[in-house]
């Protein structure tokens, strides 16, 4: 994985010794609130319904073990025991005290990591696939191109305060799992008909309260001009992008109002110009940087096989593990979605197992996914009996991965100050309706996304089953969206009608897919039946 | 003062919230100070905005505004369920909030 150079570690020192004076003036009273709030957030720190929470950010989903434990130890040292693992990738903790937020950051500095752009209209966090360079359908590794995007966005003077936050995704392989299309800017790693590596790029593609697929902009840019192209998409936007109105100032609405032609057509232009300032690095820096990506050291000749002689076991490679690209290996995916569970919550021995089996078993890495689950991506096959049978007893092998328990959810109104609903509470309620594991394997890939307020943070609109939590008055109410998907068939889920309470929600899901169940045709997953029989019928079932 | 807040009958108080400055803790304004607890709140009727201003002056507290509550025998009631939930701590970490011994302490919430 990358290692900062000396200017890439100067750089975060400088920042968080700058920021704790920043800390110190607050709190003497030098600087009002409203001056310190745009600092801060600049620093990941936000304040949220009962504390500070700290955002820190996770570069495309990708964590050592040392990086890892030291995740575990800010839990266990300045927050109350554990973290949540977000949507974006990141790490977020939500009891942390305003003074002690310089520490922490200093001693997440020590292992490369910081809280920069988690906030703010800047490019945030880069995401991708959480099977980048392990997986056996990709055409290449996209980490490193976030990376270097990582390094071209970081500080970037000219798109420090863009009209919107601005969120890219980097994906590598035809499947999509980093939802590329609902993202401002999305790149697919492919090769065109002459076999040179590009990027098909997707601009304007978004959830919240305007959801959007992004079109595609660009079919194909050679990979030594991604960087002068994104450039050239982010000038456009920064220039008429709007400023006036916060809810129509993310480039999806742009692209939309001014249509995808007319955008690209400026793109274009922009690029030509953009292209002469000889911004994109040479060959031999992205090739410096892959040399951090690169395959760590496989073992050839190993058997591919796995003996899958005990029947827990084998529903759990079933379900929570991929291919891998390398023979005798495998990717293995951690869920963070028990039963009755806080979808993507850890707690800090948690954290340290997994860093523990990293460092053991997968070549001392480890992934977030967008999902909230955790991968350990390159698992010798003949390890996993003994993997499985450590996280099984560190309540780590929950056997549910895109299965109708493995829930996404925000926050929500338990800890977040912009949600109208709770999320987890329902996430819980649902898992534990279906707990039962036949009935789960029975009903297939079912995504089930939960949202507490509009801006979409548990990606609702992307929900096989969604469900968007909003105020009615002062109670928390609960619509039903079906239809959605994040992956490369993307697709807005729609709301099915009135909304409902808690108990009620839970109730008209139930009913949603025991519809299903009755038209499916074999192998039908839930989206699949949606899209062949429409809406009616489970509107009828629902409020029939 | 209205005859209800929300859904409920008792008296409709305003009290005054915020978070501490350094520990980002939510308190209440007890009339002479800062609680953890809303018990404590006392009702500051249309005096709360002076009182938010010099006390965020004086960087006790952080972010105050004044909310509707409901006045019961235990004390205020937030009108809304945000502000009971900042009151009480998130429902779904009992552990975690500020009355961790008390099983039915969820039960104000919702």
């Known amino acids: 994985m990358y290692r900062y150079d000396e200017y890439d570690q100067q750089i975060v020192d400088t920042r968080v010794e700058e920021f704790r004076d920043q800390v110190n003036r607050r709190l003497a009273g030098e600087m009002t609130e409203d001056q310190f709030k745009p600092l801060r957030l600049m620093n990941g720190l936000y304040l949220q319904l009962h504390a500070y929470m700290l955002r820190v950010a996770v570069p495309y989903g990708v964590l050592s073990s040392r990086q890892m434990r030291m995740l575990a130890h800010v839990a266990r040292k300045y927050d109350k025991g554990y973290g949540h693992f977000t949507t974006r990738q990141n790490i977020q903790y939500n009891w942390i005290k305003l003074a002690d937020a310089p520490d922490i950051l200093a001693e997440l500095a020590t292992v490369q990591m910081h809280a920069i752009q988690t906030s703010g209209n800047c490019i945030r966090n880069i995401s991708s696939d959480q099977y980048a360079g392990a997986a056996a359908d990709e055409v290449g590794d996209p980490r490193p191109y976030a990376e270097l995007l990582r390094q071209w966005s970081t500080f970037h003077p000219e798109f420090t305060y863009l009209p919107r936050k601005f969120k890219i995704a980097v994906i590598g392989s035809e499947d999509d799992r980093a939802a590329i299309q609902l993202h401002d800017i999305g790149l697919q790693l492919r090769r065109n008909e002459e076999g040179t590596l590009g990027f098909r790029v997707y601009v304007g593609g978004g959830m919240g309260r305007t959801p959007m697929i992004a079109p595609v902009i660009r079919d194909f840019v050679p990979v030594e001009d991604y960087v002068s192209y994104l450039e050239a998409c982010l000038r456009v936007y920064n220039r008429y992008g709007r400023r006036d109105n916060i809810y129509k100032a993310r480039i999806k609405i742009l692209v939309h109002e001014i249509g995808a032609d007319e955008y690209r057509r400026q793109v274009e232009e922009e690029f030509l110009h953009v292209k002469q300032l000889g911004i994109d690095p040479p060959a031999a820096e992205l090739e410096r940087i892959a040399g951090f990506f690169a395959d760590p050291a496989f073992e050839d000749g190993l058997a591919d096989d796995v003996a899958l002689d005990d029947p827990e076991f084998a529903a759990w490679v079933d379900q929570n593990t991929h291919a891998h690209k390398k023979p005798g290996y495998i990717i293995v995916n951690i869920s963070l979605k028990p039963v009755d569970g806080i979808p993507g919550d850890a707690s800090a021995e948690q954290i340290d197992i997994v860093a523990d089996l990293a460092e053991r078993y997968s070549f001392d890495e480890v992934r977030v996914t967008h999902a909230q689950n955790l991968v350990l991506p390159h698992v010798k096959k003949a390890d996993l009996k003994t993997l499985w049978q450590q996280l099984k007893a560190a309540g780590l092998a929950s056997a549910n991965l895109d299965l109708v328990t493995d829930i996404i959810a925000c926050p929500g109104l338990d800890y977040c100050s912009l949600a109208n609903a709770r999320s987890i509470p329902l996430a819980q309620d649902i898992t534990r309706r279906f707990a039962d594991p036949a009935r789960q394997k029975d009903l297939g890939e079912l995504k089930i996304k939960i949202s507490g307020c509009i801006n979409a943070c548990g990606h609702h609109h992307a929900g096989h089953i969604g469900i968007l939590g909003v105020d009615r008055k002062g109670e928390e109410n609960y619509q039903l969206l079906l239809g959605g998907s994040g992956a490369e068939d993307a697709s807005l889920a729609k709301i099915i009608g009135p909304g409902f309470t808690e108990t009620g929600v839970v109730d008209a899901l139930e009913k949603a897919i025991e519809t299903y169940r009755t038209l499916r045709t074999p192998g039908e997953r839930f989206l699949d039946t949606y899209r062949r029989v429409g809406i009616q019928p489970f509107k009828e079932a629902v409020y029939g | ?110």
């Open chain 2, 1 to 110: 003062m209205g005859g209800g807040c929300g859904s409920f009958r008792g008296a409709c108080v305003k009290i005054l919230t915020g978070n501490d400055l350094k520990t980002g803790d939510v308190i209440w304004w007890t009339g002479n100070g800062w609680s953890r607890h809303v018990a404590e709140a006392v009702d500051v009727g249309e005096h709360g905005e002076a009182i938010a201003a010099a006390e965020e002056g004086a960087r006790r507290v952080n972010v105050p505004y004044v909310i509707s509550a409901e006045q019961g025998p235990d004390g205020p009631r937030p009108a809304h369920i945000k502000d009971r939930i900042r009151a009480l701590g998130p429902t779904v970490r009992p552990d975690l909030s500020i009355r961790p011994a008390d099983p039915n302490a969820g039960n104000w919430v919702i």
